[in-house]
């Protein structure tokens, strides 16, 4: 499981970073909200632990871009010394799943992110949307607009590292590495496989979602940033 940790008071972060990895979980982290909103925007995670008073931007923003503007549903706890009524439900209302008060015990922030993690492994988070595309990571069923959708093991696996991502551009080394580990194909593998899945995604419908971003990679997005 791999989390974001958006803190920037240095003790809190090192304390919380140490004890996570501890547990076993993979840890990134920042220390404003901006650099923060853009990791979780562009990187995959599993759950945002997120400080409400960040400089540049603070956590309600942070959370209600994350949800209103990126269309991303990761599971967030808000951390906060704020212990007033009105401060918790505006966290709830930004969009947070869960609200902790500083000071916490370390063990209390795990056994929230297990239990938030147990409720969205078990609802429908196996299923990455985009637009009208969906696929589904337990059955491998891939459709767009009700219409099924039938790709090789290398298109669905494109498909997923696009999907994750979205609506962030993955650079081509990155894609290749994902694809292939250190036994990389010629040069054209990676242009020939997303030529395939377009024309299984895209060339069907009105709306293209697969994007060449020249000199860098690719995103698949509603709208091309």
Avoid at 52 to 78: F, H, K, N, S
Avoid at 184 to 190: E, N
């Amino acid at each position: 499981m791999r989390i974001l940790v958006i803190e920037d008071n240095r003790d809190i972060l090192a304390n919380v970073l140490d004890y996570l990895q501890l547990k076993g979980y993979t840890v990134d982290c920042a220390q404003d909200g901006v650099t923060g909103l853009h990791l979780a925007v562009s990187e995959h995670y599993d759950l945002i632990v997120l400080d409400i008073m960040l400089p540049g931007m603070d956590g309600y923003q942070v959370c209600q871009r994350l949800r209103e503007d990126a269309g991303r549903d990761t599971p967030i706890i808000m951390l906060t010394a704020r212990d007033e009524l009105d401060d918790r439900l505006e966290g709830l209302r930004s969009g947070a799943d869960d609200y902790l008060i500083k000071p916490f015990a370390l063990s209390e922030l795990v056994a929230r992110i297990e239990a938030i993690l147990r409720r969205s492994q078990g609802s429908s988070r196996h299923i990455l949307a985009v637009a009208d595309l969906s696929y589904d990571l337990d059955t491998l069923q891939v459709s767009r607009a009700g219409q099924e959708l039938k790709l090789n093991r290398v298109g669905l696996k494109l498909l997923e590292l696009l999907m994750r991502r979205s609506p962030a551009v993955l650079r081509r080394a990155i894609l290749e590495e994902a694809l292939w580990g250190e036994e990389l194909p010629d040069s054209d593998s990676l242009r020939s496989h997303i030529h395939q899945l377009r024309q299984v995604v895209d060339k069907p419908f009105a709306l293209p979602l697969i994007h060449t971003v020249h000199g860098i990679g690719y995103c698949l997005a509603e709208r091309p940033q």
